[in-house]
């Protein structure tokens, strides 16, 4: 439950959230930012950027504002990006797995709120192009697109959990269940090899893609093989819920639920996540997207159990999210973004840095402990 001075920090974090997004939507209107370099929102809106997989995020924490504020000009912003996210579509070639990542909170969060017949359009291929990656003999959905020289046809990753709600809002749309049909079949084939016995996840599992089965796992983004990506177990866990709210389906909210109960088990005193569970002491990297993201899927995973169960996420979600506006947010104006320590991969070159869905997932939580959630996903 959320006591007297939680509910005061909520209110206060919420409006700083109001302040900051007030004049970065305006300095960053045309952009589609992913980073900051030098303080200043960075540009994905270009041929090379355009398909990048974080690119439906800024558009998303336009309509966020928008649903809180009911500002028009957060709308317009959001238009802008969603408008051109429509290149995707001709490049075709662009275009992976996180299409739902990219269209979920652009062109189905502008038909979901303003019922335009357009972005239902571009929702509906979206999903269309998802459901084409699904493999129906190893029952996945086949990640990324082949490198050249390489074969990744076998490979699927827990990140794509996220990206179900995309089939089954286009099912909910269609009345035609082929799309929901192909999430669950992804999602079932995620709780049998991905979630390991501990409730921790792999990040890729390469399948057979001609005949099935498994053929080995990778650490992906994360220290090694066998560890413990931590935005991968934030993927999972607010996958998991994702699927279960959508389809009703047990097992999902069950799968969830064990994840989060490890996740929640390996929050660090300080309440700052690492970029893996199972990295070494030093150097002591961070990842403040998985805080806010995990932050999200828990307070999702509190409104859907019993009275008795729900304060140990809702907690373990304030924890996170007070360790990160107390220590690991930018409210001045020399920074664009809002979260620092933000880190993409555990062997990548710069860590600690601005991530756009950083800031969308930090935005969304604290929305949702406000009580004023907008369904996205
Ligand atoms: N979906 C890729 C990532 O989480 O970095």
Redesign the pocket.
């Known amino acids: 439950m959320l006591i007297e001075q939680d509910k005061q920090w909520i209110e206060e974090t919420v409006q700083k959230i109001i302040q900051k997004m007030d004049w970065v939507s305006e300095k960053s209107k045309h952009k589609i930012p992913y980073t900051t370099i030098d303080g200043v929102h960075n540009d994905q809106s270009n041929m090379e950027g355009i398909s990048w997989?974080t690119n439906g995020f800024w558009g998303g924490m336009m309509w966020l504002m928008y649903h809180e504020t009911g500002n028009e000009k957060y709308a317009e912003v959001a238009r802008i990006s969603e408008e051109k996210l429509d290149q995707c579509f001709i490049n075709y070639y662009g275009l992976h797995h996180?299409v739902g990542f990219m269209y979920l909170p652009t062109a189905v969060a502008d038909y979901r709120i303003k019922k335009n017949a357009e972005s239902k359009k571009c929702g509906l291929h979206a999903a269309n192009l998802l459901a084409g990656r699904f493999n129906p003999i190893g029952k996945f959905i086949r990640a990324w697109n082949d490198h050249p020289g390489s074969d990744n046809s076998g490979w699927a990753i827990i990140?794509s959990l996220c990206n179900l709600p995309i089939l089954y809002w286009a099912t909910e749309e269609t009345k035609d269940p082929r799309f929901k049909h192909i999430a669950m079949m992804h999602a079932d084939t995620a709780m049998e090899v991905f979630i390991r016995p501990d409730g921790s996840s792999n990040h890729i599992v390469e399948f057979d893609s001609e005949h099935g089965g498994v053929v080995k796992t990778y650490g992906g983004?994360g220290y090694e093989n066998g560890s413990s990506w931590t935005?991968g177990q934030t993927?999972a866990l607010y996958g998991f819920m994702m699927s279960y709210i959508h389809t009703g389906k047990i097992e999902y909210l069950n799968t969830a639920k064990r994840v989060a109960h490890y996740f929640i088990a390996n929050i660090p005193e300080s309440g700052f996540i690492p970029i893996d569970f199972r990295q070494p002491k030093e150097p002591a990297w961070e990842d403040s997207t998985a805080a806010a993201i995990a932050a999200s899927g828990l307070i999702e995973i509190a409104k859907h159990v019993g009275e008795y169960e729900k304060d140990m996420y809702l907690n373990a979600a304030v924890k996170l999210l007070k360790a990160l506006e107390e220590k690991r947010c930018n409210w001045t104006e020399k920074n664009d973004c809002i979260l620092e320590n933000c880190s993409?991969?555990y062997h990548a070159k710069e860590h600690h840095f601005n991530i756009i869905y950083g800031d969308y997932f930090f935005m969304e939580a604290m929305l949702k402990l406000k009580g004023d959630d907008l369904f996205i996903w």
Do not use: S
């Open positions: 997989w996180d990140d983004q935005r993927w993409a991969a």
